[in-house]
């Protein structure tokens, strides 16, 4: 059974809009508060900051129906039975996750809260933070005076930007790290819309969900890195990683998934989670030098595609390069960490020019670099006259290209494909030097 409930949602980015939505989607009255007055202002006129597929439709639906509210009135949070935390925990130099925003919003939460509440983390956090999150909370309360039921659950999302929405109507499973049996019941009736499929909800206590979260991304980043490695083994050795994964993948202790080589992973949570994690186990003096490899791998790996252009072209001196694919994955415009910043750089530092086109994430990618590279319309457009193309982001329109007017369009018939999705022999067939990752 369900029950309605009224929810407020702190953070307003990939992972609260995203959670605020859905939640409304069922029925809920949410209110989603941000800092960002100029995010907020967008969203109470139906605009939606992020690329993510689906989420415009439920966002403006819910606006209409008043079920989506939007503030950036942090005392607003007295509104609701429960409270989720879903700001940013950036790393911070020392790979150490930035946790002023997580603890500044449970400070709010306690000057603020009138009435019994739950307390959902579901930012993503080291273990531990929970607690300090109620101690927190705790001290704001006893300040005022006031005696109120409260319970902090650490609740770790686990969506794919790319397909959120879907991720989060249908969960592979949900975590919850609850301290208090009362809360324990309200946390399953919030849930039990989405578990329909018959995915699990599962319990357990606080520090074992915040690393869970942890360790699943840790494991997925361990899985790419170690392909890649293998990848450039197979170059050297002369095997094809693509031959090389299908034979692995086909064992099912070892699965099909996130075993495709290629130009690193980027993005917001991996290489963060994985410096967080990593520096977790040397505040306890605990050595992990699995964990550290994983970015080590990783960071190394963002070179390989530049390395391979060097290598062919010596001179990158005023060459110009067409890239396709912007943001750190397919289906989004999110570009923090992504491969294609590493390159664009190297290039540019090396005295080259980018021409680069990406289907959502220009926004994002010309707050980075503005005037220092150059923007195409559409894909084809930045392959005129360019000295080589360059893939590194997978979207489904760069699938299936037009090869032959790709050839006419290029100064040279040259592709450096850093997600492997071109058949080789079918472009050398085409008069292509084709350059991929481990083939
Ligand atoms: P984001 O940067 O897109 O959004 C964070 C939002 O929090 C921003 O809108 C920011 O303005 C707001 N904010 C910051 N401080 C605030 C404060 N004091 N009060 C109110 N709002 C404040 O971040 P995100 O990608 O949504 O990630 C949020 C958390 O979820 C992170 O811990 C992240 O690791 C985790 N997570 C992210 C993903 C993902 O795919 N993006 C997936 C799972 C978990």
């Not at 195409?376 to 997978?394: H, N, P, R, S, V």
Request: glycine share 8%.
């Amino acid at each position: 059974m369900t029950y309605y409930m009224n929810i407020s949602v702190i953070g307003t980015g990939y992972v609260g809009l995203v959670t605020a939505a859905c939640l409304s989607e069922i029925g809920n009255e949410i209110l989603c508060i941000d800092i960002d007055h100029e995010k907020i202002k967008k969203l109470k006129n139906g605009h939606i900051p992020i690329y993510e597929p689906g989420l415009e439709e439920i966002v403006k639906r819910n606006i209409k129906s008043g079920r989506l509210k939007f503030s950036t009135q942090v005392k607003d949070l007295s509104f609701g039975d429960v409270a989720f935390i879903a700001v940013g925990t950036p790393p911070k130099e020392s790979g150490r996750p930035d946790l002023s925003a997580v603890y500044q919003v449970a400070k709010s939460i306690g000057e603020h809260i009138s009435r019994q509440t739950i307390i959902v983390d579901k930012s993503t956090v080291p273990v531990g933070t929970a607690r300090e999150v109620e101690t927190i909370i705790r001290a704001q309360t006893k300040k005022r005076r006031k005696n109120i039921q409260f319970s902090v659950v650490s609740n770790p999302e686990f969506l794919k930007e790319g397909s959120a929405v879907m991720d989060f109507m249908k969960p592979d499973r949900i975590v919850l790290g609850i301290k208090e049996s009362w809360a324990k019941q309200k946390m399953k009736e919030l849930y039990a819309a989405f578990v329909k499929n018959g995915h699990p909800i599962i319990v357990m206590n606080r520090e074992s969900a915040e690393m869970a979260k942890y360790a699943s991304n840790a494991m997925l980043a361990c899985k790419i890195s170690f392909m890649n490695q293998i990848a450039n083994l197979c170059e050297i050795v002369g095997a094809d990683v693509e031959s090389v994964r299908h034979a692995m993948s086909l064992d099912q202790r070892i699965g099909e998934h996130f075993l495709y080589a290629g130009a690193g992973y980027g993005g917001s949570c991996f290489p963060k989670d994985v410096q967080a994690l990593s520096s977790l186990a040397k505040d306890i003096q605990y050595p992990t030098p699995l964990l550290d490899a994983i970015e080590e791998v990783n960071i190394k790996q963002k070179l390989v595609l530049f390395q391979k252009i060097q290598k062919f072209f010596k001179n990158i001196e005023g060459r110009r390069f067409a890239i396709w694919g912007l943001s750190f994955k397919p289906n989004t415009d999110d570009t923090r960490e992504a491969p294609s910043i590493t390159i664009i750089d190297k290039i540019l530092n090396s005295g080259g020019i980018v021409s680069a086109y990406d289907p959502k994430a220009m926004t994002e990618i010309k707050k980075i670099f503005g005037k220092k590279i150059q923007y195409g319309k559409e894909m084809y457009q930045i392959c005129k006259g360019a000295d080589a193309l360059i893939l590194i982001t997978e979207w489904p329109e760069f699938r299936e290209p037009d090869f032959n007017k790709i050839k006419k369009l290029l100064k040279n018939p040259v592709i450096f494909d850093g997600r492997n999705i071109y058949n080789p022999s079918l472009l050398k067939k085409k008069g292509f030097l084709y350059f991929g990752v481990g083939r």
